[in-house]
């Protein structure tokens, strides 16, 4: 029960966020929450990695610059809150692009693969090898495409029609996208990969906690 509550709350705030981000980034006027809420997944990050540094100075250094700059720029900052969340959604869709792109060059596996070794044990057939490689490649042109039409509409379009395909159908096309991709698979693997996205996941913190000192 446990579990299934945690999923629905992460959900809820995961729809929350999109909806709070569609709003802000909709606004012409100068917003300092909506600044605050595009600049927040970055700024935590940057200070989860600072924090993170052997050398604690090192850290507060970091933060009490990283805060300077947030002052200083405030006011500039708040007078472009589309544009932060542009170069926020826009960001993702690239890095997730260059991800899954980058394991397709030279001789090694490609993401997808790798994950797939992960579910089964490492043990995988040539049916299972080529189709990987395929879904892989997949993913990375659907991220370049998203990160394409993101960047067509800030440009073009008036920017609630942007933010509704960022925020609003953003995720709900990712999920299409996991959800074509599992029915294609019961097909192109007919018998056999059974594995689920939850087999996955599962897999893939097994392996982070086995590489854990």
């Known amino acids: 029960?446990?579990?299934?509550?945690?999923?629905?709350?992460?959900?809820?705030?995961?729809?929350?966020?999109?909806?709070?981000?569609?709003?802000?980034?909709?606004?012409?006027?100068?917003?300092?929450?909506?600044?605050?809420?595009?600049?927040?997944?970055?700024?935590?990050?940057?200070?989860?990695?600072?924090?993170?540094?052997?050398?604690?100075?090192?850290?507060?250094?970091?933060?009490?610059l990283m805060a300077a700059l947030l002052v200083g720029a405030w006011?500039?900052?708040?007078?472009?809150?589309?544009?932060?969340?542009?170069?926020d959604q826009t960001g993702v869709y690239i890095l997730m692009a260059v991800v899954f792109g980058r394991t397709l060059r030279g001789p090694g596996e490609s993401l997808v693969t790798q994950?797939?070794?992960?579910?089964?044990?490492?043990?995988?057939?040539?049916?299972?090898?080529?189709?990987?490689?395929?879904?892989?490649?997949?993913?990375?042109?659907?991220?370049?495409?998203?990160a394409l039409v993101s960047v067509a509409l800030f440009l073009w379009a008036p920017t609630p029609v942007w933010s509704t395909f960022a925020y609003l159908l953003g995720g709900p096309l990712i999920g299409l996208m996991f959800l074509g991709e599992f029915l294609w698979r019961r097909h192109a693997l007919a018998g056999e990969d059974k594995a689920t996205i939850a087999d996955a996941i599962r897999a893939w913190k097994a392996h982070n906690a086995d590489k854990a000192p």
Not at 24 to 29: K, L
Not at 77 to 85: D, G, I, K, Q
């Open 75 to 87: 006011p500039w900052l708040t007078a472009r809150v589309p544009l932060l969340f542009f170069l």
């Open 1 to 64: 029960m446990w579990p299934w509550v945690k999923g629905v709350a992460a959900a809820l705030v995961a729809v929350a966020w999109a909806v709070a981000s569609h709003i802000a980034a909709g606004q012409s006027e100068p917003s300092g929450w909506g600044a605050a809420l595009a600049l927040a997944p970055v700024c935590t990050a940057l200070a989860l990695g600072l924090w993170s540094l052997p050398a604690r100075w090192q850290g507060l250094t970091g933060l009490a």
């Open 115 to 146: 994950m797939a070794r992960l579910v089964h044990g490492g043990v995988l057939s040539a049916r299972q090898l080529v189709y990987t490689r395929g879904v892989t490649i997949a993913w990375s042109l659907f991220f370049l495409v998203m």
